[in-house]
Nanobody
């Protein structure tokens, strides 16, 4: 229905920056919101940030507020995650997600990207 392909992650030093992208294809007209989650080994997947597709309203977890910025390009069906002032605690696999209006109700993410590794060293 909707396919999400994430860009490669990367390695950064503490205080550095990385930028991720996630391109959606398929039934992209149904997307109501897109977001980013992350998961460290042995830990649960946690919400990082999200953005509504039409209005571009962003939401951030407290842990990344002021450091990460989410944005979207509706024409290219792509969402971006700009990560600044990176900390070692940001090390995780980052997953892109899409909330479709034609699957479950809004607020539930229905599609997921493959995940990409972000590593921050001190």
């Amino acid at each position: 229905q909707v396919q999400l392909v994430e860009s490669e992650g990367g390695l950064a030093q503490a205080g550095g920056s990385l930028r991720l992208s996630c391109a959606a294809s398929g039934r992209t007209f149904s997307i109501a919101a897109m977001g980013w989650f992350r998961q460290a080994p042995g830990k649960k997947r946690r919400f990082v940030t999200s953005i509504t597709w039409s209005g571009g309203r962003p939401y951030y977890a407290d842990s990344v507020k002021g450091r990460f910025t989410i944005s979207r390009d509706n024409g290219n069906n792509t969402v971006y995650l700009q990560m600044n002032s990176l900390k070692p605690e940001d090390t995780a696999v980052y997953y892109c997600a899409a909330d479709s209006s034609e699957v479950t109700g809004i607020g539930v993410y229905d599609y997921w990207g493959q995940g990409t590794q972000v590593t921050v060293s001190s």
